[in-house]
């Protein structure tokens, strides 16, 4: 249940394959649609430990192994050690590399794998293809929710092994087994759910690249010297839920309601009010990301004119649409809610058709459903 997760954090599942020293591993966080795989061949430094290094990382909360994996002692001591993660056995043949090269390739509806960068890579492809397989069986509602798949290449980031991760106590706390008393804890002042998942990723995975290095720095100091800037902009924030999330159960799953909707209209009102606030900042590394930013007008209106404010949990509640909007609706919800009126009227139109004073009458019961009642000396006058 999408309301059950953790807004700060992602809801990653992986999967994991092993073969001739190397590793592949796959993780998928259904709620938001991310797709990621890599591979650590024997040929890498203690492929071993990058493994546990990037499990530490995305913390997944389920994974997914073959069952001939299970046999491996040594490396399940490894990651029961790290986390908590469910780890549940699947069908062996999933991960084999040429039903995962057709599964993806099939799910995708394309040729080869280049668009993705994974020809070549055969560990990733089967780490991938397994995890692929098992989100169809058991999350058929929000499989189409993810649109590709992502490589994930060490070289663009710092390398930090998991002891590492876990002693400067990044994002989990060695003391209390929480995240208090973090650096993330620490620099998380972030007014959304996706800036804190966001700023997460930033802390586990610090840039190499100079010259990006240089632009996000730049960007920290113009906001660290215009006060009123960052003043205005995390105001605005502060009234943006998880779009993200929102965005995915109604586009792709049965567990929404009309307040995901509420949410969105609420949160999307916001954005306009942050590219102007952007545009006036005149901050040159970002400029070229404000072009893509909309307002969403259309959407909004559409919500805004469409849903009910006071809108019920569930959707099977009705009563979702306002008033006014559409006029068979409008019709229907009319007879739905003065269905007496309704057959009073039918009735008195009947007598009046049949010069009738009485002897008919229209009714209701939950055996017969509706039934028109005549007696037996009307329908003789009738008759005649």
């Known amino acids: 249940d999408g309301n059950m997760l953790k ?6 599942i992986a999967s994991l394959v092993k073969e001739k020293g ?10 938001t649609g991310e797709f990621l795989t890599t591979e650590f061949s024997s040929k890498d430094s203690d492929p071993l430990e990058k493994l546990l290094s990037i499990f530490s990382q995305y913390d997944p909360v389920e994974l997914i192994i073959p069952s001939e994996l299970k046999r491996d002692e040594r490396l399940f001591l490894h990651i029961t050690d790290l986390t908590k993660a469910i780890i549940k056995s699947y ?35 089967q780490s991938a293809g397994g995890l692929l397989a098992f989100l ?15 490589l994930l290449h060490e070289s663009k980031n710092l390398h930090l092994d998991y002891v590492t991760q876990r002693n400067l106590e990044l994002v989990t706390s060695l003391r ?46 113009k906001f660290k010297d ?21 965005i995915n159960r109604v586009n792709y799953t049965t567990r929404t309601n009309a307040r995901d909707l509420i949410n969105i209209r609420n949160s999307l009102e916001n954005i306009p009010k942050i590219r102007i606030l952007l545009e006036k900042a005149e901050i040159p590394e970002i400029s070229e990301f404000l072009t893509i930013i909309y307002d969403f007008r259309e959407i909004r209106s559409l919500i805004e004119a469409t849903i009910k404010d006071d809108s019920p949990i569930t959707v099977k509640e009705g009563n979702i649409i306002k008033d006014g909007f559409n ?22 139109e009947q007598k009046k058709r049949l010069n009738l004073t009485s002897g008919l009458k229209v009714g209701h019961n939950n055996i017969m459903g509706y039934y028109i009642q005549i007696t037996v000396k009307t329908l003789d006058s009738i008759s005649k």
């Open 327 to 348: 006029e068979k609706l409008d019709d229907l919800r009319d007879i739905l809610n003065n269905g007496m009126t309704y057959i009073l009227r039918y009735e008195e």
């Open 226 to 246: 215009d006060i009123f800037l960052r003043s205005d902009l995390r105001e605005e924030l502060s009234f943006i839920g998880d779009l993200e999330r929102f």
């Open 22 to 31: 190397g590793f592949g591993i796959a993780f998928a966080d259904i709620s």
């Open 7 to 12: 807004s700060n954090d992602n809801n990653y």
């Open 176 to 221: 209390e087994k929480g995240k208090d008393s973090t650096l993330f804890s620490v620099f998380n002042q972030t007014h959304t759910p996706m800036g804190a998942r966001l700023l997460k990723k930033i802390i586990l995975q610090p840039l190499l690249n100079r010259e990006e290095i240089k632009q996000r720095l730049n960007i920290v100091q």
């Open 91 to 125: 069908d062996d043949y999933v991960f084999d590399i040429e039903e995962s090269y057709t599964l993806i390739t099939r799910h995708f509806k394309i040729s080869n794998l280049e668009g993705f960068g994974l020809e070549g890579f055969k560990l990733a492809t």
């Open 136 to 150: 169809k069986e058991t999350q058929r509602d929000i499989i189409p929710n993810i649109f590709k798949i992502n």
